[in-house]
């Protein structure tokens, strides 16, 4: 077994290293429409420039739930290593293989329009454990995401908790 995830990843909390990445495309209607879609969202200030006019809005808004998507890692891109990777490799190497998403909680600023080009700086936030949950012995991670636009002002943040966890010692 290797270190004590404590230790590790607690360096890494404290040296707050981040994955920086630029979106490919910026935010545009097109996408807009398609993200639209397949939510079943009808919201009219997403999808009618004079509907969004009308609301206060210089033309059509992204859905805000959808703040995520913009920076998505496509598979055909260059990976960009991370304390985050890291941190969730030395869980599995220090036996707790298992993951599960626990929970995801967004904050926005702003809606996002046409033309934004978003970054995203990813880092290790929080770490807690070992704890005995109901799937085994595990640790809590939470990874913290800050959006900015061209400009760099913040648009949003998104917090991303997991389980690492060993279904192995579990408590009976």
């Known amino acids: 077994m290797s270190q004590d995830p404590n230790v590790l990843i607690g360096e890494m909390i404290a040296a707050g290293n981040e994955r920086i990445s ?9 996408m807009i429409h ?15 420039p ?15 739930s959808a703040l ?7 598979p ?13 490799a030395h869980l599995a190497d220090c036996g707790y293989p298992k993951v599960v ?3 995801c909680d967004q904050e926005y600023d702003r809606y996002l329009v046409p033309g934004d080009l978003l970054t995203a700086s990813e880092k290790v936030e929080s770490f807690v454990g070992p704890k005995q949950t109901g799937l085994g012995e595990g640790y809590f991670i939470t990874t913290l995401t800050t ?8 648009v949003g943040t998104m ?5 690492w966890y060993n279904p192995e010692k579990r408590n009976s």
């Open 159 to 163: 917090r991303f908790r997991t389980l």
């Open 34 to 48: 398609h993200l639209c879609d397949a939510m079943e969202e009808t919201n009219p200030i997403y999808l009618d």
């Open 22 to 30: 630029v979106a490919r495309d910026e935010v545009n209607r097109p």
């Open 68 to 74: 995520q998507v913009w920076n998505m890692i496509n």
């Open 50 to 64: 004079e509907a969004a006019r009308a609301a206060g809005h210089p033309d059509v808004v992204a859905p805000p």
């Open 101 to 103: 998403a626990v929970n």
């Open 76 to 88: 055909s891109d260059p990976v960009i290593e991370s304390d985050v990777d890291r941190a969730y």
């Open 147 to 154: 959006y900015t636009d061209q400009q760099g002002e913040r």
